[in-house]
C-alpha cells in the first residue's frame, strides 16, 4: 500500500514510520512525503532514507481550498492510498477530508476526546490529570476528530513541565503510529459506525495491542 506522509516540522513521528515501513514484514511503502513548511527538517529525514519530497507552502495559495487541492493533486499523481498526518498542522477543508475519509490518519498527543488543538502538554498539566498519552485516529473534518485507530497511555509524573511531558508522549508516539499504521495497511482496522472495529488476520474481532509506557 502506498503512503503519503504530510509534514509541517521536526519529523520524528515521520523517522518511526520510515523505520516501521523498512521492516521485512511491512506492507506499506512511503511514496511520498510533502510538507506545508518549506526547510522542515523532517524533509531532510526523507530524503536521507530515499523518499520523494514535496514542499507546498500554503503561504502561497490564496485559500484553503486551492492549497489542498495541490496536496490532493500531488498525494493522487504518486499514487498514494493511505494519507498519514504527522505533524502536520494545517487544518484540512471539508472536501479533502472527504475525499480521503478513512484513508487518512493523524497522530495527537493527548487521548482523545482530551485536549484538542494546541498546547496540550500545558493544558494537561494545568488540568492536574495523572494520565495522559497519545491517539491515532481517522481523520474527520472537526480537528483532532475522528474514529481512534490505537491509544498509549502516559503517566504524567511529579515535577513534569510541559517539555518533559511532551517527551515522554514523543516515546509513546513512536511506537504508537507505526502499530496504528500498521492495522490500516493490513486491513486489520475498519470503520463501523464511525468507531474502528479490529480484526486479526483471520477475521477474528481483536482489541488494539496494549501498552502503557514510561512506568
Ligand atoms: C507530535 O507530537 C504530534 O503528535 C503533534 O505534533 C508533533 C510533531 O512532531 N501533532 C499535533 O499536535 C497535531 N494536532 P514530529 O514532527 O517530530 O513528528
Not at 484538542?116 to 476528530?145: N, S, W, Y
Request: charged share 20%.
Amino acid at each position: 500500500m502506498k503512503i503519503g506522509v504530510l509534514i509541517s516540522g521536526r519529523g520524528s513521528n515521520l523517522k518511526a514510520l520510515i523505520e516501521a515501513c523498512a521492516e521485512p514484514d511491512f506492507r506499506g511503502k512511503i511514496a511520498l512525503v510533502i510538507s506545508n513548511r518549506p526547510g522542515a527538517a523532517g524533509l531532510a529525514i526523507a530524503e536521507a532514507a530515499g523518499i520523494p519530497t514535496l514542499v507546498i507552502d500554503h503561504k502561497e495559495f490564496a485559500s484553503r481550498e486551492t492549497f489542498d487541492a495541490e496536496l490532493d493533486h500531488a498525494l493522487t499523481k504518486a499514487g498514494v492510498e493511505i494519507v498519514c498526518n504527522a505533524g502536520f498542522m494545517r487544518i484540512l477543508s471539508d472536501g479533502f477530508v472527504e475525499k480521503w475519509r478513512d484513508r487518512q490518519l493523524n497522530i495527537h498527543p493527548s487521548l482523545l476526546p482530551a485536549f484538542k488543538g494546541l498546547h496540550v502538554h500545558q493544558r494537561a498539566l494545568d488540568a492536574g490529570v495523572k494520565i495522559t498519552g497519545c491517539t491515532v485516529h481517522f481523520v474527520r473534518p472537526e480537528m483532532d476528530e475522528g474514529p481512534i485507530v490505537a491509544q498509549a497511555a502516559v503517566p504524567v509524573l511529579p515535577g513534569d513541565t510541559a517539555e518533559t511531558l511532551a517527551a515522554r508522549i514523543l516515546e509513546a508516539e513512536h511506537r504508537l503510529y507505526p502499530l496504528a499504521l500498521r492495522l490500516v495497511v493490513n486491513g486489520e482496522a475498519r470503520v463501523v459506525g464511525e468507531h474502528v472495529v479490529l480484526s486479526d488476520a483471520d477475521g477474528a474481532e481483536a482489541t488494539a495491542p496494549l501498552f502503557v509506557p514510561g512506568i
